[in-house]
């Protein structure tokens, strides 16, 4: 089976600008989870969707946003970037049924985002 | 706020000894505890998921999980310089409508031959 991809691999923007991320889950995964992870704190929790919906959500402003579409994939969009959002955002798929053990998540290569 | 919490590290065992790595959780709500791999400048790598209170053994790899200390533990046997990475406990937590991830930041192992 393939495995999570993510596009871009890296990117390199300006602030203010917007951008969106791309996440495709292993087939047969439903739910899509996106993290930001930077040196200082570590990974964090942006959101999970599931079916299409937003089913859990972390402590990120509203400029963060996703969607999932009806195949699964996932995107993630950044609107008026700042320099504290220079980070990789690594999106993780799952089976997302309920149950413990449908939800080892398992992680995309990630996105290198880089604000100036 | 659910909290995981990690020693740091840098961890550093000799090639061959067991490196011991340990993760504490404040949610009691919890029901997953996993263990993730991660290499610099590389995306985390699954390598353990438990349960259930008690030990999982999967080749070099002990996953010991104790629910009323709220404590996961992560034994490598036999440890190996390419066993050098960052360890991440990950503990699956309620969220308001859902289950989310929440990572500790990590223990440095560093393997030295």
């Known amino acids: 089976k393939a495995g999570v991809t993510q596009t871009p691999r890296y990117l390199i923007k300006t602030r203010g600008q917007q951008v969106t991320l791309s996440c495709s889950p292993i087939?047969?995964?439903?739910?899509v989870s996106w993290y930001q992870q930077t040196p200082g704190q570590g990974l964090q929790f942006l959101f999970e969707?599931?079916?299409?919906?937003?089913?859990n959500k972390g402590n990120f402003p509203g400029r963060f946003s996703g969607r999932q579409f009806s195949n699964s994939r996932s995107e993630m969009n950044v609107s008026t970037l700042e320099l504290g959002d220079s980070a990789l955002y690594l999106c993780?798929?799952?089976?997302?049924?309920?149950?413990?053990?449908?939800?080892?998540?398992?992680f995309g290569p990630g996105t290198r985002l880089t604000v100036l | 706020q659910k909290e995981v919490e990690q020693n740091s590290g840098p961890l550093s065992v000799p090639e061959g000894a067991i490196a011991s790595l340990n993760c504490t959780y404040s949610d009691r709500g919890s029901q997953s505890f996993f263990w993730y791999r991660q290499y610099s400048g590389k995306s985390p790598e699954l390598i353990m998921s438990i349960y259930s209170n008690g030990d999982k053994e999967d080749g070099r790899f002990t996953a010991q999980l104790n629910k009323a200390s709220q404590y996961v533990s992560l034994l490598i046997r036999d440890s190996q310089p390419s066993d050098s990475a960052t360890y991440l406990c990950a503990v699956n937590s309620r969220g308001n409508s859902g289950y989310a991830l929440n990572f500790g930041k990590g223990t440095s192992l560093l393997v030295t031959p």
């Open positions: 969707y599931f079916s299409e919906t937003q089913r």
């Open positions: 993780a798929s799952s089976l997302g049924a309920s149950g413990p053990r449908y939800n080892e998540q398992f």
């Open positions: 087939s047969g995964h439903r739910s």
